[in-house]
């Protein structure tokens, strides 16, 4: 059969040979890039005599698809090597938080410290024995002499206290260096 032939069994055969490359594994651009690649061979004319032409076709989009499977595997790997490398020796890497985030840490905890200074001396003591020292709320509430649920109260004014500046903070909105309760900073 003639190039001519060809190029026309091609045309019929389209579709079918991109169904074809889909149950390949090639995804939709793939498999009209690899049909795009065969309109290009058969366009320049260099293709001898062929008996049979469809089975000519699938083998040629089969080939087409292999190789460009073969070089996304080499691009992948070289990739990966090329990452390897350049970048995971980082052995003389400083490893330390940069000076800016360490004054944002600094300033953080400068702002939660003045919120846990900010609470009644009860509600801080509370929090500080129950999340600090790890101390049971029951065992706080024997020691002070109040009950079960007024510790409960004292740790949910903290933890409203503190949950409100960190989504302030979350937020990376500017706080006042000095957090002013009248003011309704928090």
Request: a positive charge; zero cysteines; aromatic letters at 4%.
């Amino acid at each position: 059969m003639a190039v001519a032939g060809l190029i026309g069994t091609f045309l019929e055969t389209k579709p079918a040979l991109h169904r074809f490359l889909i149950l390949r594994g090639a995804n939709a651009t793939l498999a009209e890039d690899v049909l795009q690649e065969i309109s290009v061979k058969l366009s320049e004319g260099k293709i001898g005599p062929v008996s049979e032409p469809r089975a000519y076709l699938y083998r040629m989009a089969a080939n087409l698809l292999l190789l460009h499977r073969r070089g996304e595997r080499r691009r992948v790997r070289r990739e990966s090597d090329w990452t390897v490398l350049n970048l995971a020796d980082d052995r003389g890497a400083d490893r330390r938080p940069s000076a800016e985030l360490n004054l944002i840490q600094k300033e953080q905890i400068a702002i939660i410290s003045s919120v846990l200074d900010r609470l009644p001396e009860r509600t801080r003591d509370i929090f500080l024995r129950f999340r600090v020292s790890k101390e049971s709320q029951r065992s706080i509430a024997g020691d002070l002499g109040i009950s079960l649920s007024a510790v409960e109260k004292h740790l949910t004014r903290a933890y409203h206290d503190i949950a409100m500046t960190k989504s302030l903070l979350d937020a990376d909105r500017t706080l006042p260096r000095h957090l002013n309760w009248d003011r309704g900073d928090l």
